[in-house]
């Protein structure tokens, strides 16, 4: 059904109602400077008290050097945490009244929930190249300086991830008292449990479990090997994995965005 | 004459409330159309089924000849909407909120058309000269009328204003209604509103219907509502018809949202 739906608003005039969306997204990104510095104070913790905390003990396991290690990671909680957020803002959008201009609109819901959503994957890509620079910054080197670009696809396609689990968060929530609950249970363990931070041998399987069920853990397996040469799985097992889920969570999105009625 | 708004039977429940219980009425095309209805009458919750923001239990409406269920898209171009709660993009300009809704309906770029429409109807609520300034810096009044060149942008056949005048000093009221009147001569154009100011349902309105409890009431000019009650003044009936009592509205969770507003609000 979806499909038809894309197919029946695939000219150009519709593109713009998704266009003008996603130019909102980044507009409004770009000018709240007080936001892009604030949501970099947690990655540069992350890398300065991870990264040269545990630098030495690492090293010591002989596993190499750890900001090498780190750093993808980092990069993609940054992305965790402003893709999810850029879908969670619906709920600002509901609050402050301005979801329902785009909900008369007489535009396919889709076409506003895809705008949506790919302003908001653009923003936390964007947040991933600045976190991605900062790493450099302390020392990060990326092996082969041509592979950045395909570790950006797979930092695009978490992005567009998240921001559409976001989007199925914020459309089925009408306040933000369940905030606290979606930060403990959902991004924390996300997070920590994706590889980001340790590798991947010698868990205990129960977490292991875990770990292989999560979407994050290809993103950073894909960031990871494309920058620094070192694949938990493979870059085709970690692309096919993102592209499945990033999918079947873009239909999710439109599903329950399509059912809000405010 | 044609009718531009049917409704026929029509009834929304919420689980066990029944928020609109089986009304029927028509509004002309061109006509000034009042819904008058203390709290929680179902006046809002009617405007939301008219404008496709929620579907109805039961009952049929047309709107500019579509269905809003079945005919959406033909619907919403066909009206602009002034929401009771404000709806602009507070982070963007006065001019960006304008160039968004024309992207949304689709105003055409050719010739400039779309610079010059939003260009008129900014000059036409005064507000050109403020067209680069972010909302947020907009009194209530403002934005009021910015809200109202929005809902005009696109050439609707029917405007829906919700309370538009909800918190205005009499001079913007004043002002408001003005720019309506014009537009609704010009170019013939359906206003159908809900307001708590009698004097302004007297003044504005060609007809006025009265809902409580989820049914209509009364309908008729302000005339005929103070015939039919043998009382002097709109408010006089009004009263009659509706009773004296305060209505409690429920809170609901967007009520919760509102006054979590504040604390969360990002300037």
Known sequence: MVYVQIAKCGGVTKMQAAYILWLRQ?????????RVIGSLGQPLLFLLAFGFGFGSIYQKAENGNYLEFLAPGIILMSVLFTALFSGIEIIWDKQFGFLKETLVAPVPRINIMLGRTLGGATVATIQGAIVFLLAMLFGFRPQNISMVFIAFVFVFLAALLFTSVGTIIASKMDDMQGFQLIMNFLVMPTFFLSGALFPLSGLPPIMKTFIQFNPLTYAV??????????FAFSPLTDFAVLAVVTCILLLLGSYFFEKIQA | ????????????????????NGIS????????????????AGKSTTIKMLTTILDKTSGHITLNGFDPEKNREDVRKSFGIVFQDHSLDDDLTAYENM????ALYNVTTANNVRQHRIEEMMKFVELWDRKDSMVKTFSGGMKRRLEIARGLLHHPKILFLDEPTLGLDPQTRNHVWEYLKEINKNENMTIFFTTHYMEEAEKIADKISVIDHGDIIATGT???????????TLEDAFLALTGKNIRENEATGLDGLRSDSKMWRRH
């Open chain 1, 221 to 230: 397996d894909g960031v990871r090997g494309t920058l620094t040469n070192v």
């Open chain 2, 25 to 40: 009425f028509e509004v002309p095309r061109g006509e000034v159309f009042a819904f008058l209805g203390p709290n929680g």
């Open chain 2, 222 to 232: 302000a005339e005929d509502l103070k015939k039919q009650t043998s009382t002097e």
């Open chain 1, 26 to 34: 980044v507009k409004k990104y770009y000018r709240s400077k007080s």
């Open chain 2, 1 to 20: 004459m044609d009718n531009i708004i049917v409704v026929k039977d029509l009834v929304k429940k919420f689980k066990e409330v029944t928020a609109v």
């Open chain 2, 99 to 102: 160039e968004f809704h024309a």
